[in-house]
Each structure stands twice: as C-alpha cells, then as structure tokens.
C-alpha cells in the first residue's frame, strides 16, 4: 500500500531562517515524490521531483528536497525562509508502475516577520 | 510556460443541478486528472483519464460523477445532481508521461453548492 505522511500541519518561522518541511511515505514499488505548493486561492504548484536520478533534488525558488531510502524520507528544505513563502506545501507520491497519486495532508507554512 | 486551464473559476449550483466544470490540459500531454479539495482538507484523487477511458477512479467518484474529452483540447467533469457536500475545490491536472512525470495543475474552480 502507499501513503504519505506529513508530520506537521503547521511550521512557523521567522525571515531568514531555515525552512524544513517533513515527509515520510510508504510505497510497494519504486515511487516518485514530488512537493507542491499552493498560494491562497490558487492551484498546486510544482516545486520539484524525485524520479529515481539524484537523491538531492533542486527546485523553485530556493527550495531543495533530498531523497532517503532508508529512512523513507523526502523532506524538504529551504536555507532562508521569504515572506512570500509562506503557503501551503503538499507532499506527494505516485507509483511508477501505475497511476496511484497520494497526496499528504498539507503544512501551512507560517512566516514570522 | 504552457499551463493548464479551467474554467469558471467559481461556480454557484442549487443542489440537485448538474453541473459541468472544464479544463484545458496542456497540449501535448496524454493523462488527465481530477482531484477535490475540501475546505481545510487535504487534496483527494478523484480520477485519471486516458486514451479516452477512465484508468483509474477512486471510492469518491461514483455514479454522480463522470468524465469526458468531448473534443482534442477539453477534458470536463460532470456531477449529476450535486449534493452539499459535492462542496469543494476541484483542480484539473495533466502530465505526458504516466507515474515518473510531474502533474501540472490548473488554478482550479471552486463549487458552492446550495
């Protein structure tokens, strides 16, 4: 079975300061992760993929996520929080052998002036 | 950058009414998709299209529901006679390649059901 688990639903931090968003996810097969965000009143915006290549993967806007077998982890990261960063961040994994998609519950990512 | 796109943005409908919401999926791409988010909840998979047929479909997409490509560019999503709880945002993706691609998503449409 596949599932995604985000631990946080909320993170607050402050400008300039590190962002770190957790996901933990559960798959039969070789899965894709891929992390979203999605602004107020707006559609889901892809941020960056995993697909079986580099473990570090690079996205938009500064963020990056690292691939971890072991510990079945795919958290993503960004170095120095931006107020405009702040929205809501989606973990999701599909299976590459179908069309499964799972989506994570969400964490609202709060920045602190 | 090509986008996905859909149409209305919000949507009004007594309960009871059908109701069609649309989107354009990016040209070249060959999956589509739809989801529903509930107001604070997280994004459910409703279905996946593909060469014109439904290749996935979650517990979520009964009867009421249905999918089409009525024609190259558009790919709608019909609830039958909508009930309250039909309430919720519906976004429309689509990707080129099954599984490893990335969905692009569109802006989606929010329905008000009353």
């Known amino acids: 079975a596949q599932s995604v688990t985000q631990l946080d639903s909320h993170v607050s931090v402050s400008e300039g300061t590190p962002v770190l968003l957790r996901c933990n996810y559960s798959s039969s097969y070789s899965p894709s992760l891929f992390w979203y965000v999605q602004h107020p009143n707006k559609g889901l915006q892809l941020l960056l993929k995993?697909?079986?290549?580099?473990?570090l993967v690079k996205g938009i806007n500064g963020f990056e996520a690292e691939f971890k077998k072991s510990e079945t982890s795919f958290h993503l990261t960004k170095p120095s929080a931006h107020m405009s960063d702040a929205a809501e961040y989606f973990c999701?994994?599909?299976?590459?052998?179908?069309?499964?998609?799972?989506f994570g519950k969400g964490t609202r990512l709060h920045i602190l002036p | 950058e090509p986008e996905v796109t859909q149409t209305p943005s919000h949507q009004v409908t007594q309960m009871g009414q059908e109701v069609i919401l649309r989107c354009v999926p990016i040209?070249?791409?060959?999956?589509f998709y739809w989801y529903r988010q509930i107001l604070g909840q997280k994004v459910e998979f409703l279905v996946s299209f593909y060469n014109n047929e439904i290749s996935e479909k979650s517990e979520i997409f009964d009867d009421q529901f249905s999918v089409e490509r009525p024609d190259g560019s558009n790919f709608t999503l019909k609830i039958r006679s909508t009930k309250l709880e039909d309430s919720a945002m519906y976004f429309c993706?689509?990707?080129?390649?099954?599984?490893?691609?990335?969905?692009?998503f569109g802006d989606g449409t929010r329905l008000s059901i009353l």
């Open positions: 999701v994994v599909t299976r590459n052998r179908d069309d499964k998609i799972i």
């Open positions: 993706a689509s990707r080129l390649q099954r599984g490893r691609g990335p969905q692009h």
């Open positions: 995993y697909t079986s290549a580099a473990t």
């Open positions: 040209s070249n791409h060959l999956y």
